[in-house]
């Protein structure tokens, strides 16, 4: 395992612009390059509400950027809470009010990663919210720290994560620009792409961050 000063990639794996979520309304995907520039970030994961940016836009973003990348996943509103999807090929299967083991089916059946997000926080579509132990298996990470966790609940989510074998990870779930890179996840190697990603993140190659915006 690298020691911490190994961990100098810094993504950002929870972010929404207002291209595809109308939540985020101020938030121009125009304007990452230079937040993520300023913020000292190498990467930042584009996590709309239930929408998955098209291949061929992520592309365009990613055009002049240089030591840097930015990727696509989905946040997905299930019925059991909220959960960012990482590596999957596109929404096929993937729809609002699922259930978590269906998501966990799709998702291990590409190799994606599946994160549980905000876990003290649930939203839209979560009709029976899940306790830890009442998690399915196969969950690959929780994000620990971010825009919408309190940091006293920090330690309460670190303690689910050795609960269940999972990733402990961190993402800003920036819906304004400012908000972007308030928390983050350190890899010793920038993922080439989304598989790549995903397959750090199941591994546990990766560590979280927060610091302050």
Known sequence: MPTM???RYRVDLHVH????????????P????????????HGVVLTEHDQMWPREEIEALNRGLKG???YRGVEV????????AIGLDDLAGIHKGMAIEELLARARAV???????HPLNNYDHTSHPLPPDGMPPGLHA???????????GAGRLLVYARRLGCTPVAGSDAHAIDQVGCAF????RLPKDEKALAAAIIAGRCTPMEISS
């Open 185 to 188: 996840t350190r890899f010793a």
């Open 17 to 28: 612009t207002r291209r595809y979520s109308a939540c985020a309304e101020t938030l121009d």
């Open 111 to 117: 190799g994606a990663a599946v994160v549980w997000a």
């Open 77 to 84: 509103s299930s019925r059991h809470g909220h959960f960012l």
């Open 30 to 41: 125009g304007q990452l390059p230079g937040i993520m520039a300023r913020r000292g970030l």
């Open 142 to 152: 929780i994000e620990t720290a971010g825009g919408r966790t309190r940091s006293d």
């Open 5 to 7: 000063a190994l961990w």
């Open 68 to 70: 840097r990348r930015i």
